[in-house]
């Protein structure tokens, strides 16, 4: 019985020893996009979604089904106006980080898709008539725009990060394939 506790015992060290490693590694990674791009993700439930995400990139290393980066408050004054996404979905960051093969000029020259996605907690965005009137107009306006618009709320994303994330993987994967398929397409098929 000793050497069952003392296995017991060396798994709940070890476990404990790798989590605090991941916490350490998330947090210094969440801090320095903070520092280099001079943003924070205060949102708690953005965290938790950020972190979900990093998780299944970083740690179960599964570059097969997230074909996609994540970047954080993203804004850019032609494609968002005066508002801030969540995040933005960049696939072409990914395409360029981990694809095997160097991207030709047709890539290189092509828009992006636009995607973004949005975590809505009741309190930042339906407790008043001019919360909703607000982001209402900031949807259409994304959506004029040509962005495709994922939203979680933030009860989805507190009772199941995980499981948010993986839904995003499934939805973006045909953009990005209909995307890269466009690309690599010969110039006169349409």
Known sequence: MKYVDKVN???RETANSIADEFILWVTTSIEEFEIEQ???????VE???YIAWYKKLYVAHDKESLNYLLEPQYSHPEKTGKYRLDFMVDVFGYYMNYSNTYPDERLMSSPDPLVAVEIDGHEWHEKTKEQVTYHKQRE???VSKGWRLFRYSGSEVYRDPD????????NIRPIADQWLSNIKKPEGDK
């Open 47 to 49: 965290q938790l979604f």
């Open 163 to 170: 499981g948010c994330i993986n839904d995003l993987s499934e």
């Open 140 to 142: 259409r306006f994304l």
């Open 9 to 11: 015992e060396y798994l």
């Open 38 to 44: 001079n943003k924070s993700i205060i949102s708690p």
